[in-house]
Nanobody, 112 residues
């Protein structure tokens, strides 16, 4: 049964940084599209960033220049580096490799 573990969330002040990690049970080297989503309270789940097997990345406009998605095939882990965090970044963040079910997510709270 495929599964994944997301971690790295927490409480951070505005302007701070966090690095989220996503570790699927299978090899990420064979997965083309890996995405990070987020869901704020009372809102729908939205796409934040995507990375392909070739390392091509794309981001939603609201996080461009602040967030960086990356993948380390040797460690079988996908990361989301989040800098200059804002209160509106507060959400549960989910990693979603193609073909995997949703995980439990990791909570990010940006507040002073």
């Amino acid at each position: 049964q495929v599964q994944l573990v997301e971690s790295g969330g927490g409480l951070v002040q505005p302007g701070g940084s966090l690095r989220l990690s996503c570790k699927p049970s299978g090899s990420i080297a064979s997965i083309n599209g890996i995405r990070w989503y987020r869901q704020a309270p009372g809102k729908q789940r939205d796409l934040v960033a995507i990375i392909t097997s070739g390392g091509v990345t794309d981001y939603v406009d609201s996080v461009k220049g602040r967030f960086t998605i990356s993948r380390d095939n040797a460690k079988n882990t996908v990361y989301l580096q989040m800098n200059s965090l804002k209160p509106e970044d507060t959400a549960v963040y989910y990693c979603n490799p193609s073909g995997y079910p949703w995980g439990q997510g990791t909570q990010v709270i940006v507040s002073s």
